[in-house]
C-alpha cells in the first residue's frame, strides 16, 4: 500500500495543475491586453470558507493582478486557493475557490492522486476557461470606463453601479 501525499503536497498539486492550465490557455492577444503579475504569498488574513480548512502549512493560494497595458490605472485582481474538507473526506478531498465569485472546483482524492486524471484536467481546462473570460471581460469594461472618462469628460451613459 502506497502512502498518501500529505494535503500540503497535494493542495499544491492541484495548484500546479491550475498553473499550467492557465499558462496553456493564456494567448498572445491576452498577454498584449495585459500584464499580469502572479504572487503566490500568503498574508494570513485567509481564513478558511464553510465546511474546509486550512492547509497546515498556511493558505495554498495564488493572486492574479492584470493591468491594461493601456491604461496603467486599470486593474482587475483574482485570488484562487485550494483547501482541504473539513471531513477528511475523499470526494471532494479539495475545493478550489475564487475570490471574486461563488465558482468552486471540487477535486476528489482519485483525481489527483497517484496522477491527474483526464477528468480532472478536462475540469482544470473548462474552470480556467471562465477565469479568464471573467478578467477579461472586466478589464475591458473598466479600460471602456477609462476611455469614455478620459475622452469625454466623464460622460459615460453608465455608471459603475
Known amino acids: 500500500m502506497t502512502q498518501l501525499p500529505d494535503s500540503d503536497d497535494l493542495a499544491r498539486r ?8 492557465t499558462d496553456r490557455q493564456v494567448t498572445r492577444e491576452i498577454a498584449h491586453l495585459a500584464d499580469i503579475v ?9 481564513t478558511a470558507p464553510e465546511g474546509l480548512v486550512m492547509p497546515p502549512s ?5 493572486l492574479v493582478t492584470a493591468t491594461a497595458r493601456d491604461h496603467p490605472g486599470v ?30 472546483l471540487p477535486v476528489a ?9 483526464p477528468r480532472l484536467q478536462a475540469r482544470v481546462n473548462d474552470f480556467i476557461a471562465t477565469i479568464i ?29
Open 75 to 104: 486593474t482587475e485582481d483574482m485570488r484562487v486557493a485550494v483547501w482541504p474538507v473539513a471531513d477528511g473526506g475523499e470526494d471532494p478531498a479539495f475545493v478550489v475557490t475564487r475570490s471574486d465569485s461563488e465558482l468552486t
Open 58 to 62: 498556511g493558505c495554498v493560494t495564488t
Open 133 to 161: 473570460a471573467h478578467m477579461v471581460a472586466e478589464l475591458d469594461v473598466k479600460m471602456q470606463r477609462t476611455y469614455i472618462r478620459e475622452s469625454q469628460g466623464d460622460l459615460a451613459e453608465y455608471t459603475e453601479d
Open 14 to 21: 492541484i495548484l500546479a495543475v491550475l498553473w499550467e492550465t
Open 38 to 46: 502572479v504572487d503566490t504569498s500568503d498574508d494570513g488574513t485567509h
Open 109 to 117: 482524492l482519485a483525481e489527483i492522486h497517484p496522477e491527474v486524471t
